[in-house]
């Protein structure tokens, strides 16, 4: 295993942890992934009816958007860290 997919490793159980905690200790963040998760099982009911070729759009359109955010998600918990490291070097820490 090379040192990005130990980082890619390491940030992604970091981010699992951090949805984790965030359920835990939030419990309108609980509710609503809660509720998403219904939706999504009421969605894929409705698409079940809908012809291959539109079923198929609508899944790549929902699985477009979980990518984009994870992507995104990773992307913010870096520079996140990058933030943190300049503020402590901007107070004398480093």
Partial sequence: MDYDEIMEMVISELIER???QQRKEDE???????RRIELRQQADLCTAALDEQTRRTLEEYYDSID??????LKYIYLQGAKDCVRLLKSLGVF
Wanted: no cysteine; glycine share 12%.
């Fill in 67 to 72: 990518h984009i955010n994870g992507h995104q």
């Fill in 28 to 34: 309108e963040m609980d509710r609503l992934i809660k």
């Fill in 18 to 20: 951090g949805y984790h």
